[in-house]
């Protein structure tokens, strides 16, 4: 049976077996029929087109896990920001870890998605947001929406600063012999709150995987919200991610992706704007080779007068590896003063690597700043020579100039110990070492 | 200490260097000059191993061996220092951290331990010094938002660090106030010793009024047409290089 079938045919079976609302249902039984009439993404479809999932589609994968598994924290201490204590919302096989996790509900709620969804108390909150910035059109999403059950909530009332970063992470054990994973995310922040929140989705071997999550994030007036994307997985991985963000006025919200694995990522990235004077930052960087694909499809919808909206895209191609960075910036009429900047720098090192960097705007508004700058290159020469001249070897002189490239990038990175962490990927993926600490 | 040997050299089709012979020895000062597009900086390069040329003929000896084909950073190792007409900017990357990797890659290819910390420290407070640099200003990124002036300085303040036998001064006078110039030069005159040697380009003569060469060498269309001592050096501010073309022509 071909994976859409399976699907489909598992939604019946999926419902009973969960405790729903009546709204809840309703807004699952219109995803599944979104996704049943338009199937998988293919490369047909303008928004796909450099990105193909055939391959990963013919995999037979397990729908739902059989059993819960654990696993020992010493095992993947690694992959957390260890250093330091932070907020856990932990999964393994898409099932909450308990053990593995570190949440609260004292003065906000870190907490799981399927107790938010199935808990009377917290009925209100989910018919407010729930589902109501996540596109009720894209297939992908709606095929998320329909299953979704389990993920991380959290909920951060106004006024409150977040002490300790918090870090989502999904681990797949590759105890199936191919999964699929639909996390869901909810994240609000309350006005003028603060939370800095780690991503992270993490296979422990090589088995195929199938992540196809959902992040939705609100962010009301005034909050700050910095949000960190880490995809550095096996070559088994699949990652569709599929974020939205909704700003009120003068809230500032960063995300930021740092692509270095798995075989195929997709990164959704959209920000709506409701309310003016308010900041969205979209930074990535990607440093990917063998025959690795990512795939950032950026939107920026400004809706209001006065925003701005900053996107920093740097790519490091080596191998037969493929990018894609299609950035949109939409401005309405209403959005006046509107300053929108857009950059996306890569670097193609292999013979046979590929980047498809197309910027796309569309303005309506006649007072507006927009700017776009697509760079494809390779390492500056001249630069390389002046370093080898001072003794620094050729190899050791390229991962010096490819850090120099992402560097304004980690830069923004406002957790010193996992600005350190994403160096130190960095440092691995050139295979050098350098002496001192990038 | 340097020999050159009939060196040839060509960018693509075209033929830049035609035939260079030079001999520098420990504790020498060279100077070479000429008109614009004479070859000078393509034989800086060069003599540092920058692969965009194609040595053609001839050979380049290092104290006797032959390093012509050498990689630029096995050069490096080796002691020759070239500083840039045009130091690129490397954002990200400090001054500090710049200098610890290449002094620790230089003593690695030698057979020698890392160099501590505190040491590092002490040679970078000795040279910084030196060069009347700013201690703020080894933590910037390297050239980054740099000065002409303090591009230069930094120059000379590397060659201070990684004590060259062979330093190669590209046009290091271009872009420098009087000032930067006396620091500069005084930094050089300073690192000069009867073991080590230095070969100053340059466009004008200005340099060598700080820097006094023993000798001067005038590259005219790809080859050396006159040697002399210092005098030369003058008589060339006082008749141009025009004479120099009108003799060659003739």
């Known amino acids: 049976?071909?994976?859409?079938?399976?699907?489909?045919?598992?939604?019946?079976?999926?419902?009973?077996?969960?405790?729903?609302?009546?709204?809840?249902?309703?807004?699952?039984?219109?995803?599944?029929?979104?996704?049943?009439?338009?199937?998988?993404?293919?490369?047909?479809?303008?928004?796909?087109?450099?990105?193909?999932?055939?391959?990963?589609?013919?995999?037979?994968?397990?729908?739902?896990?059989?059993?819960?598994?654990?696993?020992?924290?010493?095992?993947?201490?690694?992959?957390?920001?260890?250093?330091?204590?932070?907020?856990?919302?932990?999964?393994?096989?898409?099932?909450?870890?308990?053990?593995?996790?570190?949440?609260?509900?004292?003065?906000?709620?870190?907490?799981?998605?399927?107790?938010?969804?199935?808990?009377?108390?917290?009925?209100?909150?989910?018919?407010?947001?729930?589902?109501?910035?996540?596109?009720?059109?894209?297939?992908?999403?709606?095929?998320?929406?329909?299953?979704?059950?389990?993920?991380?909530?959290?909920?951060?009332?106004?006024?409150?600063?977040?002490?300790?970063?918090?870090?989502?992470?999904?681990?797949?054990?590759?105890?199936?012999?191919?999964?699929?994973?639909?996390?869901?995310?909810?994240?609000?922040?309350?006005?003028?709150?603060?939370?800095?929140?780690?991503?992270?989705?993490?296979?422990?071997?090589?088995?195929?995987?199938?992540?196809?999550?959902?992040?939705?994030?609100?962010?009301?007036?005034?909050?700050?919200?910095?949000?960190?994307?880490?995809?550095?997985?096996?070559?088994?991985?699949?990652?569709?991610?599929?974020?939205?963000?909704?700003?009120?006025?003068?809230?500032?919200?960063?995300?930021?992706?740092?692509?270095?694995?798995?075989?195929?990522?997709?990164?959704?990235?959209?920000?709506?704007?409701?309310?003016?004077?308010?900041?969205?930052?979209?930074?990535?960087?990607?440093?990917?080779?063998?025959?690795?694909?990512?795939?950032?499809?950026?939107?920026?919808?400004?809706?209001?007068?006065?925003?701005?909206?900053?996107?920093?895209?740097?790519?490091?191609?080596?191998?037969?590896?493929?990018?894609?960075?299609?950035?949109?910036?939409?401005?309405?009429?209403?959005?006046?003063?509107?300053?929108?900047?857009?950059?996306?720098?890569?670097?193609?090192?292999?013979?046979?690597?590929?980047?498809?960097?197309?910027?796309?705007?569309?303005?309506?508004?006649?007072?507006v700043k927009c700017s776009h700058g697509c760079t494809v290159g390779q390492l500056d020469e001249t630069a390389m020579f002046y370093m080898q001249q001072r003794g620094i070897p050729k190899k050791e002189a390229k991962a010096l100039l490819m850090y120099a490239f992402s560097n304004a990038v980690i830069e923004n990175i406002k957790i010193p110990e996992l600005k350190q962490r994403i160096t130190k990927i960095i440092a691995l993926k050139l295979g050098v070492k350098i002496g001192f600490d990038l | 200490m340097l020999s050159i040997k009939n060196l040839h050299a060509s960018i693509g089709d075209k033929e830049i260097l035609k035939g260079i012979n030079l001999e520098v020895k420990a504790g020498e000062v060279h100077a070479i000059m000429g008109p614009n597009g004479a070859g000078k900086s393509t034989l800086s390069a060069i003599i540092a191993g920058n692969e965009n040329y194609e040595v053609t003929d001839g050979e380049i000896f290092l104290d006797n061996e032959d390093i012509s084909e050498l990689a630029p950073e096995e050069r490096a190792h080796k002691g020759v220092f070239l500083s840039f007409q045009y130091p690129v900017e490397i954002p990200g990357v400090s001054v500090t951290n710049f200098m610890r990797t290449a002094i620790n890659e230089t003593r690695k290819a030698n057979g020698q331990e890392e160099m501590p910390a505190n040491e590092m420290l002490k040679v970078i407070r000795e040279k910084s010094e030196l060069l009347e640099i700013d201690r703020k200003f080894l933590s910037r990124s390297l050239n980054e938002g740099f000065s002409g002036g303090e591009k230069k300085r930094n120059e000379i303040f590397q060659m201070a660090m990684l004590e060259p036998k062979l330093a190669i001064l590209d046009e290091t006078d271009s872009g420098l106030d009087i000032d930067a110039l006396r620091i500069v030069a005084n930094g050089v005159n300073k690192l000069k010793s009867d073991k080590n040697a230095i070969v100053v380009i340059t466009h004008y003569q200005r340099l060598l009024d700080y820097i006094v060469p023993d000798f001067v060498h005038v590259l005219y269309n790809g080859k050396i047409v006159k040697s002399g001592t210092k005098e030369l050096a003058y008589e060339l501010e006082e008749k141009g290089y025009d004479w120099i073309k009108q003799e060659q022509e003739a």
């Open chain 1, 1 to 367: 049976m071909e994976l859409k079938e399976k699907l489909i045919s598992s939604f019946m079976a999926f419902e009973e077996q969960i405790d729903v609302h009546s709204e809840l249902h309703d807004l699952r039984t219109a995803a599944i029929k979104n996704f049943e009439n338009k199937g998988f993404p293919t490369k047909k479809e303008e928004s796909w087109k450099y990105t193909s999932l055939n391959a990963i589609l013919k995999n037979d994968f397990t729908v739902f896990p059989k059993s819960e598994t654990s696993i020992e924290f010493k095992d993947v201490k690694k992959y957390f920001i260890h250093e330091i204590d932070t907020y856990k919302i932990v999964f393994i096989d898409g099932v909450f870890s308990s053990n593995l996790s570190s949440t609260t509900h004292q003065g906000l709620d870190v907490c799981l998605m399927s107790s938010a969804l199935n808990k009377p108390k917290y009925k209100m909150v989910i018919d407010a947001y729930f589902n109501q910035i996540a596109s009720k059109d894209e297939s992908l999403t709606s095929l998320n929406t329909a299953f979704a059950n389990e993920g991380a909530y959290i909920n951060i009332p106004k006024k409150t600063v977040v002490q300790k970063p918090i870090e989502i992470m999904y681990f797949s054990t590759g105890n199936e012999a191919a999964l699929l994973v639909q996390p869901r995310n909810l994240v609000i922040v309350g006005e003028n709150s603060h939370v800095q929140i780690i991503e992270r989705h993490q296979s422990l071997n090589e088995n195929p995987v199938l992540t196809n999550s959902v992040t939705e994030i609100f962010a009301q007036k005034r909050a700050i919200v910095d949000f960190y994307k880490i995809q550095n997985d096996h070559l088994g991985a699949n990652l569709i991610d599929n974020t939205y963000v909704s700003q009120k006025q003068e809230s500032h919200v960063s995300v930021q992706t740092f692509s270095f694995g798995g075989n195929l990522t997709r990164n959704n990235l959209n920000f709506y704007h409701f309310g003016e004077r308010l900041t969205s930052t979209l930074n990535g960087i990607t440093i990917i080779g063998d025959k690795q694909h990512v795939d950032h499809y950026t939107l920026v919808h400004h809706a209001a007068p006065n925003c701005e909206s900053f996107q920093d895209y740097k790519g490091i191609f080596s191998d037969n590896s493929t990018g894609v960075f299609n950035g949109k910036v939409y401005v309405e009429k209403e959005a006046q003063k509107t300053n929108a900047f857009q950059k996306s720098n890569n670097i193609l090192l292999g013979d046979k690597s590929t980047i498809n960097a197309k910027p796309q705007l569309e303005i309506f508004a006649d007072d």
